[in-house]
């Protein structure tokens, strides 16, 4: 049999038929294998194809076979991800707030080329997620990528930093003057991804919305902050700081009703202690950056349950709603 012009490729194809056309659903015969990779210019017959599989298999693709009747099908087994996983972190992708449209669509055409293309089409889902709505700054994606190299670089970052005016125009902050932050995490809250960081100007631990950061770069001057990072515990940060809002950290007690429990500690931990309150109601003492959206928080959950100390902040929920029935009075 003559060699075919690309034979010194033929591990290679055969290795792509495998993973882009077979899977425990879709197998293929020996001839139908051959025929593939006479499509790519690589002849093969039936005795060296069986000393191909086995380079694979040493390699380390799990190439398995069915008898079924006189034919024997192969077909790629095991992979570093299983279909399920993978649809698990197409639906994280495309449900992601902070990820453009363009960006998702991207991501999930890399993730179908970890499955057989029969696979793929199982992996053109379409998450329902009422009322979101995705980030329109598409630098985000490397804006992301600096960020984690200046933490492993120890390094710190410059950056300008926007809001949206009516307009639906990008409106600098601080009239476009850079900010220059130590970052020292990123964390994820709200539907939103977070660079926490030390602005050493104000000697301060802040949070920055990574979406709407511009010209992120990185500067080469070691980070500042170690001290107040060193006992930083982000998960309780997260905790403190409704929607991310800033606002002065103050240990608030709340009472509420016993069916209140599960939401307090889906919002703040196992930990929190529980101080019954006759037989219905209960009090437990959180820290809280107090602001307008933990008031509004606290005002969702209705009835069932109120502030009732330190008596600055339950003067403060008081202030909000006088103002609120100012607002609203007819």
């Not at 380079?55 to 192969?74: A, C, M, P, S, V």
């Not at 130590?182 to 991804?193: Q, T």
């Not at 006759?278 to 437990?284: E, L, Q, Y």
């Amino acid at each position: 049999m003559a060699k075919g012009n690309n034979q010194k490729l033929k591990l290679l194809y055969l290795a792509q038929i495998f993973s882009q056309e077979t899977d425990e659903e879709h197998q293929l015969t020996l001839k139908e294998i051959a025929d593939k990779l006479a499509n790519y210019g690589v002849n093969a017959d039936r005795k060296t194809l069986y000393l191909d599989f086995e380079e694979l298999e040493h390699f380390g693709l799990d190439i398995e076979k069915e008898q079924r009747h006189r034919n024997t099908y192969y077909y790629l087994g095991e992979r570093d991800f299983e279909l399920p996983e993978l649809k698990l972190l197409v639906d994280a992708v495309q449900s992601s707030r902070f990820i453009t449209n363009k960006k998702s669509n991207q991501l999930i055409h890399k993730l179908e080329s970890l499955v057989s293309r029969h696979q793929a089409n199982q992996l053109h889902r379409q998450v329902v997620t009422t009322g979101r709505i995705k980030t329109m700054n598409e630098s985000i994606y490397y804006a992301v990528d600096t960020l984690q190299e200046a933490i492993r670089l120890n390094q710190k970052v410059r950056f300008q930093y926007f809001q949206w005016n009516v307009k639906k125009e990008q409106s600098l902050r601080r009239n476009g003057a850079f900010y220059l932050i130590s970052p020292w995490s990123l964390m994820w809250d709200n539907e939103n991804y977070y660079l926490v960081g030390f602005d050493a100007g104000e000697n301060l631990i802040k949070h920055f919305r990574v979406d709407k950061m511009l010209r992120v770069t990185r500067v080469a001057e070691p980070r500042e902050g170690k001290e107040a990072f060193g006992a930083f515990d982000l998960p309780a940060y997260a905790q403190r700081h409704f929607g991310m809002f800033g606002g002065e950290v103050v240990k608030v007690t709340l009472e509420a009703e016993n069916s209140m429990a599960n939401i307090l500690i889906d919002r703040f931990g196992k930990n929190i202690f529980i101080v019954p309150q006759g037989a219905d109601h209960f009090r437990v003492t959180v820290s809280v950056a107090v602001s307008n959206q933990f008031f509004g928080w606290v005002m969702a959950l209705g009835r069932g349950i109120r502030i009732v100390g330190p008596d600055a902040v339950v003067a403060r929920m008081q202030a909000e709603i006088d103002r609120l029935r100012d607002q609203y009075q007819s």
